[in-house]
C-alpha cells in the first residue's frame, strides 16, 4: 500500500511540474497562443501575447466568441476550413481591433481533444505579420509603377550583374526578362560597349556619386538610339552601397526631329534676316511716299476749308470788336464757334493721320475712325457729286489695332472708290460684328474691276489710274497692313455697276 501511494504521489508531481512547464510556455511565448470551443466558438483562455495581438485584455477575451474579433470578410473562409479540414490549417488573415484597425496574423489552427474525450477545442496560434503585409504591398505597389513606366529602370549589384529590369529596358536590349535578370551587362551589351559606356560611369557611381548623361548609342542589338540616362548608388539597409539603379528615357524620335528642325531653323533663319530687312527697308519707304501722296490729296481737298471758318472768324470779330454786343452779334459769335469747331477737327484729323506710326495696338473703335475718314474727305465727295450712306453697327466691338494704320487703309480703299466713279454715285459703307471678328465693307457704283485684274490688284505697283492719279502702292500696303493683324481683305466687281470692298479683322490680334 505505501509503494502505491509513494507511485501515486511522484505521477502526480510529474503531473504539476508538467503543467507548470506547460504555463511557462503558453505565458511566454513570442506567438499569440488562444485555447478555442470547438463547437460554440467561445474563448477559453488566451496568453498576454495574443490579447496584445488582439487589443484587448486577457480579462475582455475570456468572454468573447473568436468570430468577433475576425474581420467580416474573413469569417466565411475560416467556417470553411474548420469545417472542411479537420487536421488544422493554416492561413493569413486579419483581427480587427476596438479601435477599428485591423492586424494582419498569420494563423495556425490544429483540433485539441481532452482526456476524458467529452470537450473538443482548436488551438490557434498566431504571429503578427502586419509589417510584412504593408512591405510587401509596398513592394507590389512599386512593382506596378516600375513594370507600368515607360522609361527604361535597371538594377545591377556591384559585379554587375542583373537584379531587376523593367519591360521598357528589356526591350532596349532586345532581350527577355530570363536571358537579363541573373545576367551580367558585359554578357548583354559586349566587352566594347560595356567597358567604353557603363563600368566608368558605374565605378563613379559606386563610389556614392549620381551620374548623369545623354548621347547617341550605338546598341548591338537595337542600332542607334539617343538616350538621356542615370545611375543612382544602391544603398543596402546598413548604407552600404551595394550596386547601382539604371534610369532613363529613349527620347531617339525626338531627337531625330529636334535635329531635323534645327537644320531647317538655321537654313530659315537665315534667309528670313534677309528678307526681313528687304522688306523693313521697303515697307518703310512704301509708308511714307504713301502718306506724302495722300497727305497732298488731303491738302488740296481741305484748303479752302480753313479759308472760310477763318474768314468767317474775321468778320465775326470784326462787328463785335466795333460795338457792344447785341442779339444780333450774340449770334454770330455762336456761329464763329461752330466754324472753329470745325477747322480743329479738320486740323485734328490731318495731325493723327500725318504723325509717325507708333506700330502700338489699342483698342480701336472702327465706326469712328470710319467717321473720321468720312469728315475729312466730305468736301471732294460733295465735288464730285457721290453720296455717302453709312450702315455702322451699333454693337461693334473695339478692335486691338494700330489705329494710324488702320485709317490709312480705310483711307486709301475710299479714295479709290471715290476716283473710280465719274459723274454722280455712291459710296456705301458697312460695319457689323461676325463672332470674333469685325466686317467693313466698302461698296461703291463706280466703273468696276475687270476678273483679269481682280488678282493684281494688290500686287505692288499695279494700278488702273494713270501715274500723276497714283503710285500702285496704296492697296499693296493696305493688304500688308490687314494681313499684319490677323485679318484679311477680299475684293467682289463686276464691270459698269460697282466694286466692294471686305475687311476682316479679328477683334483680338494673336
Given at each position: 500500500?505505501?509503494?502505491?501511494?509513494?507511485?501515486?504521489?511522484?505521477?502526480?508531481?510529474?503531473?504539476?511540474?508538467?503543467?507548470?512547464?506547460?504555463?511557462?510556455?503558453?505565458?511566454?511565448?513570442p506567438?499569440?497562443?488562444?485555447l478555442?470551443?470547438?463547437?460554440?466558438?467561445?474563448?477559453?483562455?488566451?496568453?498576454?501575447?495574443f490579447?496584445?495581438?488582439?487589443?484587448?485584455?486577457?480579462?475582455?477575451?475570456?468572454?468573447m466568441?473568436?468570430?468577433?474579433?475576425?474581420?467580416?470578410?474573413?469569417?466565411?473562409?475560416?467556417?470553411?476550413?474548420?469545417?472542411?479540414?479537420?487536421?488544422?490549417?493554416?492561413?493569413?488573415?486579419?483581427?480587427?481591433?476596438?479601435?477599428?484597425?485591423?492586424?494582419?496574423?498569420?494563423m495556425?489552427?490544429?483540433?485539441?481533444?481532452t482526456?476524458?474525450?467529452?470537450?473538443?477545442?482548436?488551438?490557434?496560434?498566431?504571429?503578427?505579420?502586419?509589417?510584412?503585409?504593408?512591405?510587401?504591398?509596398?513592394?507590389?505597389?512599386?512593382?506596378?509603377?516600375?513594370?507600368?513606366?515607360?522609361?527604361?529602370?535597371?538594377?545591377?549589384?556591384?559585379?554587375?550583374?542583373?537584379?531587376?529590369?523593367?519591360?521598357?529596358?528589356?526591350?532596349?536590349?532586345q532581350?527577355?526578362?530570363?536571358?537579363?535578370?541573373?545576367?551580367?551587362?558585359?554578357?548583354?551589351?559586349?566587352?566594347?560597349?560595356?567597358?567604353?559606356?557603363?563600368?566608368?560611369?558605374?565605378?563613379r557611381?559606386?563610389?556614392?556619386e549620381e551620374?548623369?548623361?545623354?548621347?547617341?548609342?550605338?546598341?548591338p542589338f537595337?542600332?542607334?538610339?539617343?538616350?538621356?540616362?542615370?545611375?543612382?548608388?544602391?544603398?543596402?539597409?546598413n548604407?552600404?552601397?551595394?550596386?547601382?539603379?539604371?534610369?532613363?528615357?529613349?527620347?531617339?524620335?525626338?531627337?531625330?526631329?529636334?535635329?531635323?528642325l534645327?537644320?531647317?531653323?538655321a537654313?530659315?533663319?537665315?534667309?528670313?534676316?534677309?528678307?526681313?530687312?528687304?522688306?523693313?527697308?521697303?515697307?518703310k519707304?512704301?509708308?511714307?511716299?504713301?502718306?506724302?501722296?495722300s497727305?497732298?490729296?488731303?491738302?488740296?481737298?481741305?484748303?479752302?476749308?480753313?479759308?472760310n471758318?477763318?474768314?468767317?472768324?474775321?468778320?465775326?470779330?470784326?462787328?463785335?470788336?466795333?460795338?457792344?454786343?447785341s442779339?444780333?452779334?450774340?449770334?454770330?459769335?455762336?456761329?464763329?464757334?461752330?466754324?472753329?469747331?470745325?477747322?480743329?477737327?479738320?486740323?485734328?484729323?490731318?495731325?493723327?493721320?500725318?504723325?509717325?506710326?507708333?506700330?502700338?495696338?489699342?483698342?480701336?473703335?472702327?465706326?469712328?475712325?470710319?467717321?473720321?475718314?468720312?469728315?475729312?474727305?466730305i468736301?471732294?465727295?460733295?465735288?464730285?457729286?457721290?453720296?455717302?450712306?453709312?450702315?455702322?453697327s451699333?454693337?461693334?466691338?473695339?478692335?486691338?489695332?494700330?489705329?494710324?494704320?488702320?485709317?490709312?487703309?480705310?483711307l486709301?480703299?475710299?479714295?479709290?472708290?471715290?476716283?473710280?466713279?465719274?459723274?454722280?454715285?455712291?459710296?456705301?459703307?458697312?460695319?457689323?460684328?461676325?463672332?470674333?471678328?469685325?466686317i467693313?465693307?466698302i461698296?461703291?457704283?463706280?466703273?468696276?474691276?475687270?476678273?483679269?485684274?481682280?488678282?493684281?490688284?494688290?500686287?505692288?505697283?499695279?494700278?488702273?489710274?494713270?501715274?500723276?492719279?497714283?503710285?500702285?502702292?496704296?492697296?499693296?500696303?493696305?493688304?500688308?497692313i490687314?494681313?499684319?493683324?490677323?485679318?484679311?481683305?477680299?475684293?467682289?466687281?463686276e464691270?459698269?455697276?460697282g466694286?466692294?470692298?471686305?475687311?476682316?479683322?479679328?477683334?483680338?490680334?494673336?
Amino acid at each position: 500500500m505505501p509503494e502505491n501511494i509513494i507511485a501515486r504521489k511522484q505521477a502526480e508531481e510529474k503531473l504539476r511540474l508538467s503543467e507548470e512547464r506547460f504555463r511557462t510556455i503558453f505565458e511566454e511565448a513570442p506567438l499569440g497562443v488562444a485555447l478555442i470551443d470547438s463547437l460554440t466558438g467561445q474563448i477559453h483562455e488566451v496568453n498576454p501575447k495574443f490579447a496584445s495581438i488582439a487589443g484587448r485584455t486577457r480579462e475582455e477575451m475570456a468572454h468573447m466568441n473568436w468570430m468577433s474579433i475576425i474581420h467580416p470578410d474573413d469569417v466565411q473562409e475560416d467556417l470553411e476550413n474548420m469545417s472542411e479540414k479537420k487536421d488544422g490549417f493554416n492561413l493569413d488573415k486579419r483581427y480587427v481591433k476596438p479601435d477599428g484597425s485591423s492586424v494582419w496574423v498569420n494563423m495556425t489552427i490544429a483540433p485539441v481533444t481532452t482526456l476524458d474525450k467529452e470537450n473538443r477545442y482548436h488551438l490557434c496560434m498566431v504571429e503578427d505579420i502586419t509589417n510584412r503585409k504593408q512591405q510587401e504591398e509596398r513592394w507590389y505597389q512599386s512593382e506596378i509603377i516600375v513594370s507600368s513606366s515607360t522609361g527604361i529602370i535597371a538594377l545591377m549589384d556591384k559585379n554587375y550583374t542583373y537584379l531587376a529590369a523593367n519591360p521598357a529596358y528589356l526591350k532596349i536590349v532586345q532581350k527577355t526578362y530570363d536571358e537579363v535578370i541573373g545576367n551580367k551587362a558585359v554578357n548583354i551589351f559586349g566587352e566594347e560597349f560595356f567597358n567604353k559606356v557603363i563600368r566608368p560611369r558605374a565605378e563613379r557611381c559606386m563610389n556614392g556619386e549620381e551620374v548623369h548623361f545623354h548621347d547617341w548609342f550605338d546598341f548591338p542589338f537595337s542600332g542607334k538610339r539617343y538616350l538621356e540616362v542615370n545611375y543612382f548608388p544602391h544603398y543596402g539597409v546598413n548604407k552600404e552601397i551595394r550596386g547601382f539603379v539604371v534610369s532613363g528615357k529613349d527620347i531617339t524620335e525626338r531627337k531625330r526631329a529636334e535635329e531635323e528642325l534645327e537644320r531647317y531653323r538655321a537654313h530659315l533663319e537665315e534667309r528670313v534676316e534677309e528678307r526681313t530687312q528687304e522688306l523693313e527697308k521697303s515697307q518703310k519707304q512704301l509708308l511714307h511716299s504713301e502718306k506724302l501722296a495722300s497727305l497732298g490729296k488731303l491738302t488740296g481737298a481741305i484748303s479752302h476749308e480753313f479759308n472760310n471758318p477763318l474768314h468767317g472768324l474775321r468778320n465775326i470779330l470784326d462787328i463785335l470788336s466795333s460795338s457792344v454786343p447785341s442779339e444780333k452779334e450774340a449770334r454770330l459769335a455762336e456761329i464763329g464757334k461752330a466754324e472753329c469747331d470745325r477747322m480743329a477737327r479738320m486740323i485734328t484729323g490731318l495731325r493723327d493721320f500725318y504723325k509717325p506710326s507708333s506700330g502700338k495696338t489699342s483698342p480701336t473703335c472702327i465706326n469712328k475712325c470710319l467717321e473720321g475718314i468720312l469728315t475729312l474727305q466730305i468736301k471732294l465727295l460733295n465735288e464730285k457729286n457721290i453720296q455717302v450712306s453709312r450702315n455702322f453697327s451699333d454693337k461693334l466691338p473695339p478692335v486691338e489695332a494700330v489705329e494710324d494704320q488702320i485709317k490709312q487703309v480705310l483711307l486709301n480703299i475710299i479714295q479709290n472708290c471715290a476716283d473710280s466713279i465719274s459723274g454722280e454715285g455712291q459710296i456705301t459703307v458697312t460695319t457689323e460684328a461676325q463672332s470674333s471678328n469685325v466686317i467693313i465693307k466698302i461698296a461703291d457704283t463706280g466703273c468696276g474691276i475687270s476678273e483679269d485684274h481682280i488678282k493684281d490688284i494688290f500686287e505692288p505697283f499695279f494700278s488702273t489710274k494713270t501715274t500723276i492719279q497714283g503710285t500702285g502702292l496704296g492697296l499693296s500696303i493696305s493688304y500688308g497692313i490687314i494681313r499684319d493683324h490677323g485679318g484679311d481683305i477680299k475684293v467682289e466687281s463686276e464691270l459698269d455697276k460697282g466694286t466692294t470692298f471686305i475687311i476682316t479683322l479679328p477683334v483680338k490680334r494673336e
